[in-house]
């Protein structure tokens, strides 16, 4: 799953994004409503954690607009907010839930499943599919022509991601972004170490290698046409 967390209270957020990437989740963070808006109106997320208050537009601006805009993505609004009012100004700016600091994580991570179980417009549950590749985005089973892999969280991450941009040139710094956000040392050659680990799991078949080199740009995840579907 391919989350958003909105907040701007670096322990909160730091929790949120630890917690989740060790669930498998891709996440991405940003700390205000400007530039949240901006991220879920051209990125497809498979879910929005949105907390109420913030700098620039508020939460509860953000959701009215983005649903104005026709973004469908579930939207769970986070807030130190408890009242009856608050709640009910949440669910009818376009927000599918609500859930009221201090939460338990695995509170979050049960809504979390709800929401996108229930969906809105799209099927956001639905198994992830390139070539011989199928992703199981609830259990995260992986398997890689019909044979099940074994994955690291972070192995996980990276699949994920490659498979949600197969055929698409996927940058070093874009990968550490998605899968590794803050916690990446952009002079790190860790990228690099996790695209080998993860071909050595995958790319089992030296005739129809997954994942190409592109020299001076990045990696590729492209199936060729034996594997094609």
């Known amino acids: 799953m391919r989350v958003l967390v909105v907040e701007d209270d670096p322990t909160i957020s730091g929790f949120l994004v630890r ?3 060790e669930e498998h989740h891709l996440v991405d963070l940003v700390e205000d409503g400007d530039s949240a808006e901006a991220r879920a109106a051209t990125e497809e997320y498979d879910a929005i954690l949105l907390d109420v208050l913030l700098p620039g537009q508020d939460g509860f601006e953000v959701c009215r607009r983005l649903r104005e ?3 469908d993505t579930p939207i769970l609004m986070l807030t130190a907010r408890d009242a ?3 709640r009910v100004h949440g669910l009818d700016a376009g927000a599918d839930d609500y859930l009221t600091k201090p939460f338990a994580f695995d509170e979050l991570l049960a809504r979390l499943r709800a929401l996108t179980r229930r969906g809105r417009s799209r099927q956001l ?3 992830l599919r390139y070539g011989p ?3 199981d985005p609830h259990t995260h089973l992986v398997t890689v022509r019909g044979r099940p ?3 690291t969280a972070t192995e996980y991450r990276l699949l994920e991601y490659f498979v949600r941009r197969a055929e698409s040139i996927v940058s070093r710094d874009q990968l550490a ?3 590794w956000g803050g916690d990446y040392d952009p002079f790190s050659n860790v990228a690099d170490v996790y695209v080998g680990y993860l071909r050595r799991k995958i790319d089992t078949d030296p ?3 997954l994942i190409h080199t592109i020299r001076g740009m990045g990696y590729m995840l492209k199936a060729k046409e034996a594997d094609a579907r």
């Open 149 to 151: 892999v074994t994955l």
């Open 69 to 71: 805009a026709g973004v």
């Open 207 to 209: 005739d129809h290698p």
């Open 177 to 179: 972004d998605h899968v």
């Open 125 to 127: 549950t639905a198994a």
């Open 84 to 86: 009856v009012n608050d």
């Open 133 to 135: 590749i199928d992703i």
């Open 19 to 21: 917690g989740l990437r």
